[in-house]
């Protein structure tokens, strides 16, 4: 059985917790199936997609303007799912729950310490709020976090910094309120809004529909649905043809299998998706994100996103690369086994 670290309210002790979701789903991640880590050329398009994102966020670097990351987390709820005891399955408290407390949690990964270097030496906290900060009543934390990247030798050409600066902000949804978290995912995704958020320096980003990915890390709810329509989810709104092109990360159990033929398209860059069932895990968005800032392709984001969750899980990389995917995998373009959504 599989057992994570609960990362506790300071001064309280850290204490073990066996997570009943954790060891239902991440122990049963085969080894790859064959091919499935063979790499494929993407299509021209997809190709072409990837290009013009990073080309957009070239030149946002180049004006100034840093790199985003909105990431929509609705809190492991055992109402929905079975996420274990111990608080673990709690919707209402982000400090004890599975998506956010522990190891492979946002809170525990991205806050987690270094007892060589003190707190983590890649991620710096800048913001520490709750629903209050973004006018949700249904996030209940959130939180920023900061690091710089070393561009590429290809980015510097281009026009951006030596050092990228990177944003992820994590929204915590309450669990119950699964349907608006990724209501908020998708109209982040399909529309254009921008949310300017103030750090604790005073500096203000430009987050949600403006920042350049759009993550949704937490369980899969198109599983519990008949269909969805993403663009009426989006609020009607769809920049697909005309707006700025956006990267989607989606770490939820075969979010490929229910999302891939909907929801990538010229502007909205598939990045990263799943192939099997796993941890709905922070480690996971770390390295697809840190691959991408890296000027990463394709394949090169898809291993950045397997080898966090390798890390975050202590899992070989062997053993969990195939359940991830995205144009460079030859199982991409074949028809999902999962049921499709409209």
């Given at each position: ?35 499935a880590?063979?790499?494929?050329a ?19 670097l ?26 673990l ?34 991620w ?5 709020g709750?629903?209050?900060t ?6 209940l ?63 203000t ?41 956006k ?12 999302m ?6 010229p ?6 998706m ?42 070989p ?16 373009r ?9």
């Amino acid at each position: 059985m599989q057992h994570m670290r609960w990362h506790a309210r300071p001064g309280h002790r850290i204490v073990t917790a066996a997570a009943w979701l954790v060891a239902a789903v991440a122990t049963g991640l085969a080894p790859a199936p064959a091919g499935a880590d063979t790499p494929a050329a993407p299509s021209t398009d997809e190709a072409a997609w990837l290009a013009g994102l990073q080309q957009r966020v070239i030149a946002d670097l180049a004006a100034g303007r840093p790199l985003v990351i909105q990431v929509h987390v609705p809190l492991c709820d055992s109402s929905i799912i079975r996420c274990g005891g111990h608080g673990l399955g709690d919707g209402d408290d982000p400090e004890r729950n599975l998506y956010w407390a522990t190891s492979e949690g946002f809170l525990g990964w991205f806050g987690r310490s270094d007892r060589r270097r003190g707190r983590n030496p890649a991620w710096r906290l800048v913001l520490d709020g709750d629903g209050a900060t973004v006018g949700l009543p249904d996030v209940l934390d959130v939180r920023v976090w900061r690091r710089a990247v070393p561009a590429s030798a290809a980015w510097r050409a281009a026009g951006a910094p030596a050092q990228v600066p990177v944003f992820v902000v994590a929204y915590a949804w309450r669990g119950t309120a699964i349907d608006a978290g990724l209501a908020a995912y998708a109209r982040d995704l399909y529309g254009d809004r921008a949310r300017p958020l103030r750090l604790a320096d005073g500096t203000t980003i430009a987050t949600g529909g403006a920042a350049q990915i759009i993550a949704y890390v937490g369980h899969n709810r198109l599983m519990d649905l008949a269909g969805y329509d993403w663009a009426r989810a989006g609020g009607g709104a769809d920049v697909s043809t005309t707006g700025p092109r956006k990267g989607t990360i989606a770490i939820a159990c075969h979010t490929a299998a229910y999302m891939k033929h909907d929801v990538p398209a010229p502007r909205r860059v598939p990045l990263v998706m799943t192939a099997d069932f796993l941890m709905a895990s922070a480690p996971t968005l770390d390295g697809a994100v840190t691959a991408f800032a890296a000027g990463g392709d394709y394949r090169a984001i898809r291993r950045g996103a397997a080898q966090g969750y390798a890390d975050g899980s202590g899992k070989p990389l062997g053993r969990v690369q195939g359940a991830f995917t995205n144009p460079s995998d030859r199982r991409w373009r074949k028809e999902p086994a999962g049921e499709k959504t409209k």
